[in-house]
């Protein structure tokens, strides 16, 4: 390492120490006042919204600030919103960002997280599971039976993320679940929580965070079966154009740009 960065990363070392500390209280004092919040709040409306205001809370404190990017591209009715996954804190981001009446999909090894599991049943988030095919396909009739009761849900189709910048491959069910219901997939980008929050293990940095609403998709006039896998290529392509990032299933090589952006987002959902 240069002596010069040596040097000024020991410097700075007090300053990060710090923060970690600082982001540590802030996100235990915030977390435990939404929960006592969440248990005693009887409607799942309001219990949303506490959630949203501590999320912006916690964000705030820890110099994070968030920019939303054309939210009034959201419709004011029922609707599926898919984002790329990035970081443990695109949850927080998109809590934050989007109005109360939307429900997470979530996997369903979070739902034995402690306290994190409580969290999110407290805000009618719907588990999945992502091993076991025949529990997943109830889960996924689960899902659908609440998009055709009208209810709003936010999907991380990628399912996961890794620790290397780009997109990987969707999973169908946002897609479906928007299909069968009749409503739109509105695609969004989350920016900088990668960066603040990298995967791995490593510790936060402060800096801004960026929410990209990007315009909706309708299902076209097709059957289900076939609707689903065309709003999951459109989707994808949105996103992948915008994100900026690599496509990190479109070849063995990602560095070697692929062609266009649908194209390469068709050839990689398919895998």
């Known amino acids: 390492m240069n002596p010069l960065a040596t040097v000024r990363a020991l410097a700075l070392a007090p300053a990060r120490l710090a923060y970690v500390l600082w982001s540590a209280l802030a996100f235990l004092g915030v977390g435990l006042s939404a929960l006592l919040l969440l248990a005693v709040l009887p409607d799942l409306t309001r219990r949303r919204a506490a959630a949203r205001a501590a999320a912006r809370t916690f964000l705030r404190l820890v110099g994070m600030p968030l920019t939303v990017r054309f939210p009034e591209r959201i419709p004011p009715g029922q609707c599926v919103v ?78 996961t993320f890794t620790r290397t910048p780009g997109l990987l491959k969707f999973h169908t069910g946002a897609f479906a679940t928007a299909a069968r219901a009749g409503c739109p997939v509105v695609p969004a980008v989350v920016r900088g929580t990668r960066r603040a929050l990298p995967p791995g293990g490593a510790l936060p940095l402060p800096g801004p965070l960026e929410l990209q609403i990007l315009v909706p998709l309708a299902p076209a006039p097709a059957a289900p079966d076939n609707a689903a896998p065309q709003l999951r290529d459109r989707a994808r392509a949105a996103i992948l154009t915008a994100l900026g990032e690599a496509d990190l299933t479109c070849c063995a090589d990602t560095a070697r740009p692929p062609d266009t952006a649908r194209e390469r987002s068709a050839r990689a959902s398919r895998l």
């Open 82 to 159: 898919v984002c790329n996954h990035a970081s443990y804190l695109d949850g927080i981001v998109l809590t934050a960002a989007l109005p109360p009446r939307f429900g997470f999909v979530i996997k369903r090894e979070m739902a034995t997280v402690p306290l994190a599991g409580v969290v999110l049943r407290r805000l009618g988030s719907e588990f999945v599971e992502r091993f076991n095919r025949q529990r997943g396909a109830a889960d996924a009739r689960r899902v659908l039976r609440n998009a055709s009761n009208g209810h709003s849900l936010v999907f991380f189709p990628e399912g």
